[in-house]
T-cell receptor, first 116, second 115 residues
Framework: NAGVTQTPKFQVLKTGQSMTLQCAQD?????MYWYRQDPGMGLRLIYYSASEGTTDKGEVPNGYNVSRLNKREFSLRLESAAPSQTSVYFC???????????????FGDGTRLSIL | AQSVSQHNHHVILSEAASLELGCNYSYGGTVNLFWYVQYPGQHLQLLLK??????LVKGIKGFEAEFIKSKFSFNLRKPSVQWSDTAEYFC?????????????FGAGTRLAVHP
């Protein structure tokens, strides 16, 4: 059971370099999410995609862009990496929620990104 | 703005001790509440969830949580912890924005259980 697959697992970048983090899910979920996890701050939502063809900003979108390539794939791009973007990045997916119900999210294993 | 507050950032217990992790939220609408667990080096996994009905929710691995609407709380409990419960625990609440539900996470509580 693959679930949510993220690549790469580790990456070191220099300031100013660009990079795309890949995420794919095989659960036929409509909604996908990108979070960053920093010590003492929990998970913060960067961008999300409620369904194929739509993307929206989350809590901390600055410096990032996303692409919902198809129903399975949701990529996160850093155009010009900065040291403040050093973090662990998690992708997640879920069934689409309703007005009164939020479906549990399934998480990938994360990408540890260090920017020097 | 919606927020989730976890009172304890670090908790250290001995095996067989009882556990209670606090979680309070601020959100005026209908809530869905979750506890996630992250074992060292792993991704987040759903521990339990509350949508409606019985406010005492039972999850995996002997964990339970009680939703107290009047206190805006959803505390996590376990009667007797094991070394394998060493992990970071996150409380999360749904937040409705722009016609869509999103999860707001607390900062997390690191639990260390000593043999």
């Amino acid at each position: 059971n693959a679930g949510v697959t993220q690549t790469p697992k580790f990456q070191v970048l220099k300031t100013g370099q660009s990079m795309t983090l890949q995420c794919a899910q095989d659960m036929n979920h409509n909604s996908m999410y990108w979070y960053r996890q920093d010590p003492g701050m929990g998970l913060r939502l960067i961008y999300y995609s409620a369904s194929e063809g739509t993307t929206d900003k989350g809590e901390v979108p600055n410096g990032y862009n996303v692409s919902r390539l198809n129903k399975r794939e949701f990529s996160l791009r850093l155009e010009s990496a900065a040291p403040s973007q050093t973090s662990v990045y998690f992708c997640a997916s879920s069934d689409i929620g309703t007005e009164y119900s939020n479906q549990p999210q399934h998480f990938g294993d994360g990408t540890r990104l260090s920017i020097l | 703005a919606q927020s989730v507050s976890q009172h304890n950032h670090h908790v250290i217990l001995s095996e067989a001790a009882s556990l209670e992790l606090g979680c309070n939220y601020s959100y005026g609408g209908t809530v869905n509440l979750f506890w996630y667990v992250q074992y060292p080096g792993q991704h987040l996994q759903l521990l339990l969830k509350y949508f409606s009905g019985d406010p005492l929710v039972k999850g995996i691995k002997g964990f339970e949580a009680e939703f107290i609407k009047s206190k805006f709380s959803f505390n996590l409990r376990k009667p007797s912890v094991q070394w394998s419960d060493t992990a970071e625990y996150f409380c999360a609440v749904n937040a409705r924005s722009g016609g869509y539900n999103k999860l707001i996470f607390g900062a997390g509580t690191r639990l260390a259980v000593h043999p």
